[in-house]
């Protein structure tokens, strides 16, 4: 079982930038290493896929509505993976998770491990 935690949310106005960090520990992290993602959040809404990076962190995907605006990245040597989120908008605005798979895939339902979320809020 891979825990992982997210922190680095916060208030931010539009056109602004934070960069959320998630920070993962255990013994199945030590042992193989995960393919990690990004989703989020809002309240009745179903959970939505961000952005996904590979195991080594040579690839990466988006979806269309961060692309160009967002950077995932990892430091294994750290057990850490980020969302630098740039040029952030009001529909931005939601609880972001990070989230581990052994697949290199979109879909919430592959994903096994979860973080608790962290708030991002984009005022306009």
């Known amino acids: 079982q891979v825990q992982l935690v997210e922190s680095g949310g916060g208030l931010v106005q539009a056109g602004g930038s934070l960069r959320l960090s998630c920070a993962a520990s255990?013994?199945?992290?030590?042992?193989?290493?995960?393919?990690m993602g990004w989703f989020r959040q809002n309240p009745g809404k179903e959970r939505e896929f961000v952005a996904r990076?590979?195991?080594?962190?040579?690839?990466?995907y988006y979806s269309d509505s961060v692309k160009g605006r967002f950077t995932i990245s990892r430091d294994n040597d750290k057990n850490t993976v980020y969302l630098q989120m740039n040029s952030l908008k009001p529909e931005d605005t939601a609880v972001y998770y990070c989230?581990?798979?052994?697949?290199?895939?979109?879909?919430?339902?592959?994903?096994?491990?979860w973080g608790q979320g962290t708030q991002v809020t984009v005022s306009s």
């Open positions: 989230a581990g798979s052994s697949e290199f895939t979109s879909s919430k339902a592959d994903y096994d491990s």
């Open positions: 255990g013994r199945s992290f030590r042992t193989y290493i995960y393919n």
């Open positions: 990076i590979s195991g080594r962190g040579i690839r990466s």
